[in-house]
């Protein structure tokens, strides 16, 4: 995970002075705990660890158990049951890191925002590889188009961006769509899978009339990650209702679009989802075997937090797309549209 250093080390060198509000007319208030000793709880509730909360603000895991001390002695509560090596939340304690956590994040963001006022800030996407090079980065300059007031950086990346304390402003992920505490918009669920080669090979020497003839062939394959990709030669094959086929030889590739790239080249036959393909397929790079697919419990989804969403810029790339992506479905086109069509959906 990645924090804010800059802004937790400002946070924790805070003089530990308490802070009174003005008297109200009639009860006087209680006396405000110091915002060291609540940062302090709050990483520690986060974590439920008091050394990573230390970890978090660079200071002692002796420093954080006091800081919580004086906050439990403030507020009259105990906020955590200390056990051997843990430690767990009181019910009051659960009470109060919600909002603790929510207002930490949003002084984070408005510091942040403050500090980079004058600056042009890109707009940082993180997206998933593939995506980036098969969808995204072919579409990207219609946004620039309409939008070019926007500086944009693009973040091709697998990793679970860190939303809240990261740089990333929003992100396009592939997975079932069970992201927290962040805000999901469907793109594409459930992708279909087929099976895809060059014209070239399609037409060589050797026989591709039937799912049979790919014992014959080279199969590009992933990496075996089928929790998270599912993209299986077993599981076309199973579509196709063939079973322990054998092909000639393999060829392992990491990324989706570097395979797609193999089979352009004639390298051999792989899967790859109809979404990502799609360009390809109506240039003529690549064609489609046979009229075999499944699909996949995954999809790319759009995320970004509540916070962001707030941003101009972030709900600018967020309506672009998801308008881009509503003239897609509604011509069942997923090539690249042109400038006309391009310009329509905007």
Known sequence: MRHNRNFTNDMISIQDEKISTEESPGKPEAPMPSLNALRAFEAAGRHLSFKAAAEELNVSPSAIGHLVSGLEGA??????????????????????????????????????????????????????????????????????????????????????????????????????????????????????????????????????ATPEDLAHHTLIHRPSEPSRYNLSWEQWFHAAGIEGTRQKTALIVGYEDFAVLAAIQGQGITLATSLLA?????????????????????????????????????????????????KEQATDDYSVLTDTDLSASS
């Open 278 to 326: 799609a360009d390809d397929l109506a240039a003529g790079r690549l064609v489609k075997l046979f009229d075999v697919s499944y699909r996949t419990r995954f999809g790319y989804y759009l995320v970004a937090t509540e916070e962001k969403l707030q941003n101009p810029n972030v709900s600018a790339f967020r309506e672009w797309i998801l308008g881009l992506i509503a």
């Open 75 to 208: 507020l009259g509560s105990k906020l955590f049951h200390r056990l051997n090596r843990t430690v767990e939340l009181t019910r009051e304690g659960d009470l109060l890191l919600p909002g603790l956590t929510a207002g930490f994040r949003r002084l984070t963001t408005t510091v942040s925002d403050f500090r980079r006022r004058d600056k042009e800030i890109p707009l940082v996407v993180s997206v998933e590889p593939s995506f980036a090079t098969k969808w995204l980065m072919p579409r990207l300059e219609n946004f620039r188009a309409l939008y070019p007031e926007i500086a944009i950086r693009i973040d091709p990346s697998h990793a679970l961006a860190d939303l809240h304390n990261g740089d990333v402003d929003i992100a396009i992920r592939f997975g079932a769509g069970q992201f927290p505490d962040v805000e999901i918009d469907t793109l594409y669920p459930n992708q279909e899978i087929i099976a895809v080669c060059s014209p070239e090979l399609r037409k060589g020497k050797l026989p591709l």
